[in-house]
């Protein structure tokens, strides 16, 4: 049973990669899943989550509009499409299996069952 993350790289400010999170040895479909990120010297955030089924969605408020979030569940993963990307968006990537939160009128997520990261830098 194991997550993998990649499509890590160097970019410059502006520009887009896609990382991918890939389940081997169990079926993604049935799980909530998001992408969480740390910088050097910083705790690890949230970034995005997406519901089993794809219907519950959310981005961290600094990623929005930039970032997009989608699953294949016939190719069991997850993807984060990311534009526009800003220097402070360097960090190492996670994918996790997720619990999706609501209460008072907001929604969170926090990592249950996590992958291996993949780095992504951006950088002039």
């Known amino acids: 049973v194991q997550l993998q993350a990649s499509g890590g790289g160097l970019v410059q400010p502006g520009g887009s990669l896609r990382l991918s999170c890939a389940a081997s040895?169990?079926?993604?479909?049935?799980?909530?899943v998001g992408w969480f990120r740390q910088a050097p010297g910083k705790e690890r955030e949230g970034v995005s989550c997406?519901?089993?089924?794809?219907?519950?969605?959310q981005y961290t408020d600094s990623v929005k509009g930039r970032f997009t979030i989608s699953r294949d569940n016939d190719k069991n993963t997850v993807s984060l499409q990311m534009n526009s990307l800003k220097p402070e968006d360097t960090g190492v990537y996670y994918c996790?299996?997720?619990?999706?939160?609501?209460?008072?009128?907001?929604?969170?997520?926090?990592?249950?069952?996590w992958g291996q990261g993949t780095q992504v830098t951006v950088s002039s």
């Open positions: 997406i519901s089993s089924v794809g219907a519950d969605i």
């Open positions: 040895g169990f079926t993604l479909r049935n799980y909530s």
């Open positions: 996790a299996l997720v619990t999706i939160y609501e209460g008072g009128g907001s929604s969170w997520f926090k990592g249950d069952y």
